[in-house]
């Protein structure tokens, strides 16, 4: 850092608000406390947006993170009640088992799926029938969460004939059906159980899903298939829009200044490049684990709230990060046309039938659980996982051309992978070794389906759980917050008890994003960004009442 900018650090270091984490949890609080509030970002990434936005190499726009824009009934309301403007274009979703897609357009569409379904499994037809029966039920229960704009994001007071004509009346619809969801808590993975003892066909529907993740969650993302949305200039034009006006609202962003401390006592914050930054209110958009791991000055604090802090901290430690992201980027001397037909802009495409839960990562642990230190053995077996995994395939010219130049086309292949085997291998020295070896297992795979792939990349990439771990300090490398394998859960996961989820026991420090609410989402850490600047709102108005 420059020392005029150092300087500007040190001389401007009182904010009403000092926001850690400009993700778009941060950023959407930022938003609206920097209408009336003195607001800084620090943000550890020289760039903000978190797991959302988009980067250029070559001329072509990459997606960082989230492929697509989810509304949820959250999104458009928010930049609405903003008076923010994103243009979004058509993002459908294609799910692709074998040599075999089918487009999620309509709850129609579900036929075709059930269909592409019995294809592969004949001897499951009346299974598969009764599980598309249940997918279903719970796709009308969402239907039902998604059913109207959010109203935290429409204007108070709300008017009588909004009140008794829509707010009321999706209510009583609404209280009922999430008590509803609440009754399916149960693995997604194990609900299909009830239904039939076909690993390989539960792993065909399911295997994309994180780990545990709740049936009423994975069944009823069927819906969002079909709410995916682009931002027209790729997922950075929802980061620019925000920051551009937070900035024309006085915000302050410190990109590349990471915390070190947080002293509630003090109402201080000392971060790794020697700065103190003063608050009045924090409200912390970052990892959880980071936030009881910086905090200092606890001794000094009443005697209460040291022993709340003290149950967080026992709650929260040990315990595990939702999944990893590995994700490989091949910019290609072809046009996007090339695939239109075959992936369309956004797919979930699974080779092969036999599905994950043949190939266990015990298979390369000991009886204490230690990874091998085999190079070789454990290739062998990222080779397997690869084959049998399942991709999510992204590319962006398809949706908007200017994402890449004339002829040419990126495509983006991402699957669900282990942090703890990355760093692993990372630590034995095989890292760059791992990337080239996946890159030539992906390329070899993709090639059943694109011929002469190997010969159409100008360029490849790869960014692993390393990599989000290096950007953004998330625990274990996790892009939804906390792992639903945990027990028990470290966060608030009752949709009726979201207002609750912002609060923490430590004083003047409010929390929002994926490690507060899951099932964590673009939509969720918006929700509780809202959630939490109103926290802090309310906060700063009886602070200077008294």
């Not at 550890?44 to 980067?55: E, N, P, Q, R, V």
């Not at 709410?227 to 790729?234: A, C, L, R, S």
């Not at 080779?383 to 002829?407: A, H, M, Y």
Request: with cysteine; charged share 20%; glycine share 6%.
């Amino acid at each position: 850092m420059i020392n005029s900018e150092r300087d500007m650090l040190m001389n401007n270091k009182d904010y009403d608000v000092v926001i850690v984490g400009a993700g778009m949890a941060g950023l959407t609080a930022a938003a609206y406390l920097s209408l009336n509030h003195k607001v800084a970002l620090i943000e550890k990434d020289a760039s903000s947006g978190g797991l959302l936005g988009s980067f250029y190499v070559d001329g072509h726009l990459l997606d960082k993170g989230a492929r697509g824009i989810i509304d949820s009934g959250i999104i458009f309301p928010m930049l609405k009640q903003l008076n923010l403007h994103v243009d979004f274009l058509d993002n459908p979703i294609k799910m692709m088992i074998g040599e075999d897609g089918v487009d999620l357009i309509n709850q129609e569409s579900l036929q075709s799926y059930e269909a592409m379904l019995v294809k592969y499994f004949p001897e499951e037809k009346e299974n598969i029938a009764l599980i598309m029966k249940d997918i279903t039920k719970v796709m009308g229960y969402m239907d039902v969460l998604y059913g109207i704009e959010n109203p935290l994001f429409l204007p108070k007071p709300y008017s009588m004939e909004y009140l008794s004509k829509t707010l009321l009346p999706w209510m009583v619809k609404f209280i009922p059906n999430m008590s509803k969801a609440m009754k399916m808590l149960d693995p997604v993975d194990e609900h299909l159980r009830r239904y039939t003892n076909n690993e390989s066909l539960i792993s065909m529907i399911m295997q994309h899903f994180f780990e545990k993740t709740p049936a009423f969650f994975g069944l009823s993302y069927f819906t969002l298939y079909m709410q995916y949305h682009y931002p027209k200039g790729g997922t950075q034009t929802m980061v620019d829009v925000l920051v551009n006006h937070i900035k024309k609202h006085g915000g302050e962003f410190y990109n590349g200044v990471e915390v070190e401390k947080l002293n509630p006592h003090q109402k201080l914050i000392h971060t790794k490049q020697g700065h103190t930054f003063c608050y009045n209110e924090c409200l912390w958009a970052a990892d959880t684990t980071q936030l009881y791991r910086y905090l200092e000055g606890k001794e000094q604090l009443p005697s209460k709230v040291q022993a709340k802090i003290k149950a967080k901290e026992a709650m929260i430690h040990n315990k595990k990060g939702a999944d990893s992201i590995l994700s490989l980027y091949l910019i290609l001397n072809t046009p996007a046309s090339t695939f239109k037909s075959m992936f369309g802009p956004h797919s979930f495409f699974t080779p092969d039938l036999s599905g994950l839960h043949t190939h266990s990562i015990t298979l390369i642990t000991d009886s204490d659980g230690k990874l091998s230190d085999n190079k070789q053995h454990v290739f062998d077996w990222v080779t397997k996982v690869l084959e049998l995994n399942t991709f999510e395939i992204s590319i962006p010219s398809l949706r908007d051309e200017s994402c890449s130049p004339p002829g040419e086309s990126t495509l983006i292949i991402s699957t669900l992978f282990d942090y703890r085997l990355t760093q692993h291998i990372a630590n034995l020295g095989w890292y760059e070794d791992f990337k080239n070896h996946v890159t030539h297992v992906l390329t070899r795979i993709f090639q059943r389906k694109i011929p002469n792939l190997d010969a159409l990349i100008k360029k490849s990439l790869i960014a692993s759980p390393l990599t989000i771990v290096g950007r953004t300090n998330n625990h274990e490398g996790s892009v939804t917050g906390w792992s639903f394998a945990n027990k028990p859960f470290p966060a608030i996961f009752e949709f009726l008890k979201v207002s609750q989820a912002v609060k923490t026991p430590i004083p003047h420090v409010t929390q929002a994003g994926q490690w507060t609410f899951n099932p964590a989402g673009v939509p969720v850490a918006v929700l509780t960004g809202k959630l939490a600047a109103d926290d802090v709102e309310k906060k700063l108005r009886q602070g200077s009442k008294t």
